[in-house]
């Protein structure tokens, strides 16, 4: 693949907020722990080495053993597993929901830039041991979030009532989803090997947590990724500490909203994420994934009838920690207290939230991690390169909202200058005489002159408009063409990461895909990639 770079502020898709993160702004400083560079990595570790605790490596070994079992582990995973018993031992760590067939694209890129974290780690602290971690959102509800892919332009989905956390759910009704699919792949190598790895994951599993862990084991084996879900009694009673000033102290509620007011206070062009709760935990059970509220000093689970006094509810925490699922405010807490965890990669909106967590962390007296904003990338084929070329397009016109994008381009390929730029100077010129003048003999004239400028400046705006899309009529077929090449690489005028799923690409590349993305990608490059074949 070649690689070219595009700053993900000229993309036009990214936050403020990201850009100015991605910049080390000093405004930013106070909400983030260590900048994701060699001097920020030799802090976290030696932070984290002081720490975590060897019992919390014990427990976590012994619960991923536990997870594991059933599954063909490659040698590579066991290995790391093995590892993290090691104080010389520490995570790299990204998330993401149980989507179906791994969603949108950017679910590789996630783990791919964790992976190659992990490894540039090992080569620049070669005493120290790093492991891939990728950390399934078993206990989500939001079930219709995860129950599609999208695949050339039709989207796929698994139709059926559910609630509860998505990992508990039945793989029941896939087999239909895999009917509907394999019509639609055709019989090439590489569609069977698709075929063959949806039919290995959904339809010979039962739930979608075991789906997942297969699938993505499937896919990053080899190269030793862990996958944790947590899930997991043992690993949950480590929590329960934490959750205890949660819900009877609501310590996360205050100190999130004091980091809010601060962030805001920064600039207006940070917008808020996400909003922390009194309590940030959901009561678990059979079917049901609800809030726990304080109300009339009983704490009830939302929606149902369980209410509990408060000593009721420390049992309730204390013998059954299994019960109860962190929120998206806890839940980066409760993965920074059972994981050894230098780094946590998300997507933009990830890193926004999380930036509004470190005041919590202090108050909890736990390391708070160093945020990457993951890989992104556009994939272009060759054929679709050759097309770029054949209508003399760059890459970094297609990041344009599309009528712009049309607009540029036929003002550059337009026989005839369609930029009044130059008239409208004149004409300003013309006018500064009339101020002029109009200063020297009658100041209320100057009311008049304005008028008459405004007036002429918007028929020029008119007669530029007009001729523009006389033009677009005339050249047509080549404003068509560029329509075209921009929706297959942003559909629905969107990052093709966002939508695309990477079925698409496998069929080109077959197991190459990986090996290429890994090979291409550097998470700690800080930049849009855009990769062609």
């Given at each position: 693949?070649?690689?070219d770079?595009l700053?993900?502020k000229?993309?036009?898709?990214?936050?403020?907020?990201?850009?100015d993160?991605?910049?080390n702004?000093?405004?930013l400083?106070?909400?983030?722990?260590?900048?994701?560079?060699?001097?920020?990595f030799?802090?976290?570790?030696e932070?984290k080495a002081?720490?975590?605790?060897?019992?919390?490596?014990?427990i976590?070994?012994?619960?991923?053993?536990?997870?594991?079992?059933?599954?063909?582990?490659t040698?590579?995973t066991q290995?790391?597993?093995?590892?993290l018993?090691?104080?010389?031992?520490?995570t790299?760590?990204?998330g993401?929901?149980l989507?179906?067939?791994?969603?949108?694209?950017?679910?590789?890129?996630?783990?791919?830039?964790t992976?190659?974290?992990?490894?540039?780690?090992k080569k620049?602290?070669?005493?120290?041991?790093?492991?891939?971690?990728?950390?399934?959102?078993?206990e989500?509800?939001?079930?219709d979030?995860?129950?599609y892919?999208?695949?050339?332009?039709?989207k796929i989905?698994l139709?059926?009532?559910?609630?509860?956390a998505?990992g508990?759910l039945?793989?029941?009704?896939?087999?239909e989803?895999?009917?509907?699919?394999?019509?639609e792949?055709?019989?090439?190598?590489?569609a069977t090997?698709?075929?063959?790895?949806f039919?290995k994951a959904?339809?010979?599993?039962t739930n979608?947590?075991?789906?997942?862990?297969?699938l993505?084991?499937?896919?990053?084996?080899?190269?030793?990724?862990v996958?944790v879900?947590?899930d997991?009694?043992?690993?949950?009673?480590?929590?329960?500490?934490?959750a205890?000033?949660?819900?009877?102290?609501t310590?996360?509620?205050?100190?999130?909203n004091?980091?809010?007011?601060t962030?805001?206070?920064?600039?207006?062009a940070?917008?808020?994420?996400?909003?922390?709760?009194?309590?940030n935990?959901?009561y678990?059970?059979?079917?049901?994934?609800?809030?726990?509220?304080?109300k009339d000093?009983?704490?009830h689970v939302?929606?149902t009838?369980?209410?509990?006094?408060?000593?009721e509810?420390?049992?309730?925490?204390?013998?059954?920690?299994?019960?109860?699922?962190?929120?998206?405010?806890?839940?980066?807490l409760?993965?920074?207290?059972?994981?050894?965890?230098?780094?946590y990669?998300?997507?933009?909106g990830?890193?926004a939230?999380?930036?509004?967590?470190?005041?919590?962390?202090?108050?909890m007296?736990?390391?708070?991690?160093?945020?990457?904003?993951?890989n992104?990338?556009?994939?272009?084929t060759?054929?679709q390169?050759?097309k770029?070329?054949r209508?003399?397009?760059?890459?970094?016109?297609?990041?344009?909202?599309q009528?712009n994008?049309?607009?540029?381009?036929?003002?550059?390929?337009?026989n005839?200058?369609i930029?009044?730029?130059?008239?409208?100077?004149?004409l300003?010129?013309?006018?500064k005489?009339l101020y002029?003048?109009?200063?020297?003999?009658?100041?209320?004239?100057?009311?008049?002159?304005?008028?008459?400028?405004?007036?002429?400046?918007?028929?020029?705006?008119r007669?530029?408009?007009r001729?523009l899309?006389?033009?677009?009529h005339?050249l047509?077929?080549?404003?068509?063409r560029m329509?075209?090449?921009?929706?297959?690489?942003?559909?629905?005028?969107?990052?093709?990461?966002r939508?695309?799923?990477?079925?698409?690409?496998?069929?080109e590349r077959?197991?190459?895909?990986?090996?290429?993305?890994?090979d291409?990608l550097?998470?700690?490059?800080?930049?849009f990639?855009?990769?062609?074949?």
């Open positions: 693949m070649d690689v770079c700053p993900f000229k993309t036009g898709y990214f936050s403020q907020l990201i850009c993160y991605l910049d702004k000093e405004e400083r106070p909400f983030f722990n260590r900048f994701p560079d060699k001097k920020g030799q802090g976290q570790i932070e002081q720490q975590f605790q060897q019992a919390n490596r014990d976590l070994y012994q619960s991923l053993n536990q997870q594991y079992e059933g599954f063909a582990i040698k590579q290995n790391h597993i093995k590892q018993k090691e104080p010389i031992t520490f790299v760590t990204t993401h929901q989507n179906l067939f791994t969603g949108p694209l950017y679910f590789l890129y996630k783990i791919v830039s992976i190659n974290l992990a490894k540039q780690l620049e602290y070669p005493r120290y041991n790093f492991v891939p971690v990728y950390w399934m959102a078993t989500d509800h939001d079930f979030e995860i129950n892919f999208n695949y050339a332009g039709r989905q139709n059926k009532e559910a609630s509860g998505v508990h039945s793989t029941e009704g896939l087999a989803v895999y009917n509907t699919f394999a019509t792949l055709g019989t090439s190598r590489n090997a698709l075929k063959e790895l039919v959904y339809v010979d599993h979608l947590t075991d789906a997942t862990r297969y993505a084991n499937a896919l990053f084996g080899d190269y030793g990724l996958i879900d947590g997991d009694v043992d690993l949950k009673r480590l929590l329960i500490p934490y205890k000033k949660d819900i009877f102290e310590l996360p509620f205050t100190k999130v004091e980091t809010i007011a962030l805001k206070g920064v600039s207006d940070y917008g808020i994420q996400v909003n922390p709760r009194e309590i935990y959901f678990l059970s059979e079917g049901v994934r609800e809030r726990i509220i304080e000093e009983r704490y939302n929606d009838a369980v209410s509990w006094s408060k000593s509810l420390l049992l309730e925490l204390d013998e059954h920690p299994e019960r109860f699922s962190p929120n998206v405010i806890a839940r980066p409760y993965q920074e207290v059972i994981l050894p965890n230098l780094c990669i998300g997507g933009g990830e890193i939230y999380w930036l509004e967590l470190k005041a919590m962390f202090e108050a007296e736990v390391a708070f991690p160093i945020l990457l904003l993951r992104s990338a556009l994939v272009i060759k054929k390169c050759d770029l070329k209508l003399e397009l760059k890459v970094e016109d297609l990041f344009l909202k009528n994008f049309i607009n540029r381009k036929i003002r550059e390929i337009s005839i200058d930029d009044f730029s130059p008239q409208k100077k004149l300003e010129d013309q006018f005489f002029d003048l109009a200063e020297q003999t009658d100041a209320s004239f100057i009311g008049a002159v304005k008028a008459q400028e405004v007036k002429q400046k918007k028929g020029l705006d007669l530029e408009k001729l899309r006389a033009q677009k005339k047509r077929d080549h404003v068509n329509t075209e090449i921009q929706n297959e690489l942003f559909p629905g005028q969107s990052l093709q990461e939508n695309q799923n990477f079925s698409e690409l496998y069929l077959g197991a190459a895909l990986i090996p290429e993305l890994l291409a550097d998470p700690l490059h800080l930049e990639s855009v990769l062609s074949y």
